[in-house]
């Protein structure tokens, strides 16, 4: 493999949707250059708006001021031309749609343009990594890193390794997101779904699997969640919260509980229709909830702006203070 850059300036981003221009916004507001690409014109057009709007968020909720936001903006620019975006990066993050021959398609293409040195490092949701690395020359500079929704504010993005992956690319990567000041985790095995997405999607097909057995409305199971385990979830996460609670009552809860939950691999009769309907959420107007005539827009400002609030609660609070296994 080729050397692991020295530093890391200049990015690439491939794919402008929901979440490349977001992470495309975390890189510039870091200071560096980004070239972000997407093959579909009109939405790499339009990303240069959804960014300005995050950035007046940002400015309003003064996390950021206004000259920072419009040098944050200017580092960004946009390109039909995978060997232009990429032309002397440092380190490419792929996010175009989740479906691997794509991936795969474009990793190829990345191995022939991208500088011998650059991390190539796919934002796939829980694909394999190793899948993805094995359509380029030289797997041992890709890894995965996936962000979460809007990448600009949750800190967290996981550090996957690949099965070829070098630990120089692994540990420059996750050095970089440190730097950055976003929380960084190693996962250090390539499973579906990764740690995030898994237990995600536990808590999500129960969800679902309570409101297709009518014991409670999604408004309900959505205040159960917000009000009660999710209020706990940023400050104890899961095996401080059993700590606090106590093994003996987790393992006494399991016994008569985990028979009982829904094992089912198959999704649901709800989200199965939803779907067939072309009721996608908020981008469509309907979802599990109504949305018609709502602007999606003003509403991920919203979101953002109340995450904000969180995020500067979560960064004043001592992560390491948790006793270490
Ligand atoms: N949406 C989320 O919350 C979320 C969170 C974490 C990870 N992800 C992952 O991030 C990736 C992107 O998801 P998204 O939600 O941003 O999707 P999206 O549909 O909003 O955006 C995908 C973009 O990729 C572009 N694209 C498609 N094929 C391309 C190609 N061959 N080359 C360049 N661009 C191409 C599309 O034009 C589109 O702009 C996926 O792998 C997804 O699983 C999504």
């Known amino acids: 493999m080729s050397a692991t850059p020295a530093r890391i300036d200049d990015a690439a981003v491939l794919g402008s949707g929901v979440m490349?221009?977001?992470?495309?916004?975390?890189?510039?507001?870091?200071?560096?250059?980004?070239?972000?690409?997407?093959?579909?014109?009109?939405?790499?057009?339009?990303?240069?708006?959804?960014?300005?709007?995050?950035?007046?968020?940002?400015?309003?909720?003064?996390?950021?001021?206004?000259?920072?936001?419009?040098?944050?903006?200017?580092?960004?620019?946009?390109?039909?031309?995978?060997?232009?975006?990429?032309?002397?990066?440092?380190?490419?993050?792929?996010?175009?749609?989740?479906?691997?021959?794509?991936?795969?398609?474009?990793?190829?293409?990345?191995?022939?343009?991208?500088?011998?040195?650059?991390?190539?490092?796919?934002?796939?949701?829980?694909?394999?990594?190793?899948?993805?690395?094995?359509?380029?020359?030289?797997?041992?500079?890709?890894?995965?890193?996936?962000?979460?929704?809007?990448p600009y504010v949750v800190p967290l993005v996981?550090?996957?390794?690949?099965?070829?992956?070098?630990?120089?690319?692994v540990e420059t990567t996750y050095d970089f997101f440190e730097a950055m000041g976003k929380t960084p985790v190693h996962v250090e095995k390539d499973i579906p779904g990764f740690i995030g997405n898994r237990i995600q999607m536990a808590m999500i097909y129960e969800a679902f699997s309570l409101l297709d057995r009518g014991v409670a409305s999604a408004e309900a199971i959505d205040r159960a969640v917000k009000a009660g385990f999710g209020f706990r979830l940023p400050l104890l996460g899961v095996f401080e919260k059993v700590d606090h609670s106590g093994l003996d009552v987790e393992h006494e809860v399991e016994q008569y509980l985990l028979p009982e939950l829904d094992r089912g691999t198959e999704s649901k009769d709800?989200?199965?229709?939803?779907?067939?309907?072309?009721?996608?959420?908020?981008?469509?107007?309907?979802?599990?909830?109504?949305?018609?005539?709502?602007?999606?827009?003003?509403?991920?400002?919203?979101?953002?702006?109340?995450?904000?609030?969180?995020?500067?609660?979560y960064d004043s609070y001592d992560m390491e203070r948790t006793p270490r296994t």
């Open 158 to 169: 996981e550090v996957v390794r690949g099965e070829e992956t070098a630990d120089s690319v």
């Open 20 to 150: 490349g221009h977001g992470i495309a916004l975390a890189f510039a507001l870091d200071g560096h250059r980004v070239s972000l690409y997407d093959v579909n014109e009109d939405l790499l057009a339009e990303s240069e708006g959804r960014i300005r709007s995050v950035l007046d968020t940002l400015v309003s909720a003064g996390e950021v001021d206004a000259d920072d936001a419009d040098a944050a903006a200017a580092r960004i620019t946009r390109t039909t031309s995978l060997s232009d975006a990429v032309s002397g990066v440092d380190f490419v993050t792929e996010a175009v749609v989740e479906e691997l021959d794509v991936k795969r398609e474009v990793f190829a293409e990345l191995s022939a343009h991208a500088p011998d040195d650059a991390i190539l490092a796919t934002n796939t949701s829980g694909l394999s990594i190793t899948a993805v690395a094995d359509a380029t020359d030289d797997p041992e500079r890709v890894v995965g890193t996936h962000w979460f929704n809007p």
């Open 270 to 313: 709800v989200l199965n229709e939803a779907v067939e309907n072309g009721d996608y959420g908020l981008k469509t107007g309907a979802g599990v909830y109504d949305w018609e005539g709502l602007d999606p827009g003003e509403i991920y400002d919203q979101r953002d702006e109340a995450l904000l609030a969180i995020l500067d609660l």
